[in-house]
């Protein structure tokens, strides 16, 4: 009779434990108002910028990167226009080696739309085959994790994925999903609304959904929201960690994204959110134009505007952060003048550069 | 008889639990003909059509950024399968793009 009792009650704790429709709490609350004509120098955030030419020892020469990744001091780039994954070492800026892992091989993606990893593995999403490939740190094929629903963007956080779910499905009605290194789910976060917030047919997207702040805490976000989410620890609930408000610039409540062309609107649109040295980096759109807010996390001050350029300053659009670092690029045709590049010598203008932004 | 009983239940719910086990590791290396790979391998490219494997496809737009961050007007886009969508699928790198010129 015990045993029965005490399996009862086993099998309750662990129904109990995927159930994740949990309350969320609103911690903070900033508001952003009257910023429209304000801008910024990029001496008063940035305290120094480094530069990373991405030159490959062979004829391989990166189109569009579209997400990157770090083990140790190699970095690793996702070519979009090609597809292929790129290793280079940030410290010498030597290249290390070129995947072209495109296919229809089982070992094969057919594209891949973002690349994330722990301290032994890369894990590459490939949304077409509903499929994450892992990888080890030299690049060579490991094992494939299926999944069954299909991903726009993917995390590594202590040794558990994370997945930005683009399509609802009975069994997937959640925005982000959890999942162990086998591809069995953990959990659920965040409904999808049952609303003209997702179009099937159309939508728009954009690429990050998570940023990783120094102290290994995991903050993501939806697209275009303005609300971001904080967990600590996967066994630990989610919350709603900050909430920005860009006053009557915020996108109303009952304005289906997906009907009105977002990046030339009036609004403000947030598509990129940082968490560095206790700061809240918002990247947004508003006219067309790229705004940035500086919110610190403990006082909720803010410091928002567009960045003013001079001839010789580099171009500042941070896509990544790893540690206490933003992270762009552009070509080195734009900036090829620039004194953070004369150690480098680069024969093609449309080499790739990463800019590493210290703040 | 009790304990046999519960070791043949035991020994039931490890088998159960193996066969779930390899059936998984399986499907994990499916073949990927089993997805229509035609379908999706038409869909990575550049281009616009209509699905002939039964699958709905979604569209979604990127903006494209100049170095600074600020919109270009031009687009880039990728189909995925998802329910409820329809049966052309939509793909381009960054272009100014009929889809959202009507909004």
């Not at chain 1, 649109?269 to 809240?280: A, E, G, S």
């Not at chain 2, 790198?93 to 009929?98: E, K, L, Q």
Request: hydrophobic fraction near 35%; aromatic fraction near 14%; proline fraction near 3%.
């Amino acid at each position: 009779m015990m045993r029965i009792v005490l399996i009862f009650i086993s099998c309750w704790v662990f129904i109990s434990c995927s159930n994740s429709n949990r309350s969320q709490i609103i911690t903070k609350h900033v508001t952003l108002t009257d910023f429209r004509n304000d801008s910024m120098e990029l001496e008063s955030f940035v305290s120094n910028a480094r530069a990373l030419p991405l030159q490959s020892e062979n004829d391989d020469v990166i189109g569009n990167i579209k997400d990157i990744c770090f083990i140790g001091d190699t970095v690793y780039i996702l070519d979009d226009n090609t597809s292929s994954i790129h290793s280079f070492d940030i410290i010498s800026g030597k290249h290390i080696k070129t995947l072209h892992g495109q296919g229809g091989g089982n070992q094969e993606y057919i594209q891949a739309v973002s690349i994330t990893s722990n301290k032994d593995n890369i894990f590459l999403l490939d949304p077409m085959t509903q499929r994450i490939l892992c990888y080890d740190k030299n690049l060579n094929y490991i094992r494939t994790i299926k999944i069954d629903f299909t991903g726009g963007d993917l995390v590594c956080y202590n040794n558990n994925l994370i997945l930005h779910n683009l399509t609802k499905l009975p069994n997937y009605n959640y925005k982000f999903i959890c999942l162990d290194l086998n591809g069995d789910i953990i959990d659920k976060i965040i409904p999808f609304k049952e609303d003209k917030y997702n179009s099937n047919q159309f939508n728009w997207g954009t690429n990050n959904h998570f940023t990783i702040s120094e102290n290994r805490f995991l903050y993501f976000y939806d697209s275009f929201a303005n609300v971001l989410y904080c967990k600590t620890n996967m066994n630990d609930e989610f919350c709603s960690y900050f909430e920005v408000d860009f006053g009557h610039y915020t996108i109303p409540k009952d304005k289906p994204v997906n009907s009105f062309n977002i990046f030339e609107s009036s609004y403000a649109i947030p598509t990129d959110y940082f968490f560095v040295k206790n700061t809240i980096i918002v990247s947004f759109l508003l006219d067309g134009k790229r705004y940035y807010s500086f919110i610190d996390a403990e006082t909720g001050k803010s410091k928002t505007g567009t960045i003013n350029y001079s001839d010789e300053k580099i171009p500042f659009f941070p896509q990544w952060s790893h540690e206490s670092t933003l992270i762009g690029c552009c070509l080195y045709k734009e900036i090829q003048d620039n004194p953070i590049l004369k150690e480098y010598l680069v024969d093609d203008g449309e080499t790739y550069v990463l800019l590493f932004y210290d703040i | 008889m009790k304990a046999k009983i519960l070791g043949g239940i035991f020994a039931l719910a490890v088998m159960v639990a193996a066969g779930y086990g390899v059936n998984k590791s399986m499907s994990n290396d499916a073949d990927l003909s089993e997805m229509a790979l035609s379908n999706v391998e038409a869909l990575a490219q550049i281009g616009e059509g209509e699905s002939d494997s039964g699958n709905n496809y979604c569209v979604m737009h990127f903006p494209c950024f100049d170095t600074n961050g600020n919109t270009t007007g031009r687009y880039s886009a990728s189909s995925y399968q998802g329910p409820g969508c329809n049966k052309s699928w939509h793909s381009h790198s960054c272009t100014d793009c009929s889809y959202t010129l009507s909004l």
